[in-house]
Nanobody
Framework: QVQLVESGGGLVQAGGSLGLSCAAS????????MAWFRQAPGKEREFVAG????????YYADSVKGRFAISRDNAKKTVYLQMNSLKPEDTAVYYC?????????????????WGQGTQVTVSS
């Protein structure tokens, strides 16, 4: 069993930066690939970024590539999302998620554990 708790959301102006954290509890965190998803009002939850169990491989949605960076610290059982050059269209609730696979996927159906979400609002 893994429990995930996100933090770090907030309100920021366009062009600004925010860093999100996702703290995990439970054993075997380092065995799970992790990802960040987001969901804007009236839209489906979408993949933002993913990281392999070791942190050696990262994946990004085209919409955030070059602006966002995902990382993890297995000793601290934490995954991070650094968001730079934020745009109003990045406004959403951001969720971290864990999958039992070693590599992340973009499908929500592959993730067994989810955090409660943290709101990110980017003003224009």
């Amino acid at each position: 069993q893994v429990q995930l708790v996100e933090s770090g959301g907030g309100l920021v102006q366009a062009g600004g930066s925010l860093g999100l954290s996702c703290a995990a509890s439970g054993r075997a965190f380092s065995n799970y690939a992790m990802a960040w998803f987001r969901q804007a009002p009236g839209k489906e939850r979408e993949f933002v970024a993913g990281i392999s169990w070791s942190g050696g491989a990262t994946y990004y949605a085209d919409s955030v590539k070059g602006r966002f960076a995902i990382s993890r610290d297995n000793a601290k059982k934490t995954v991070y999302l650094q968001m730079n050059s934020l745009k109003p269209e990045d406004t959403a609730v951001y969720y971290c998620a864990a999958t039992g696979m070693l590599l992340p996927t973009s499908s929500t159906r592959e993730y067994f554990y989810w955090g409660q979400g943290t709101q990110v609002t980017v003003s224009s």
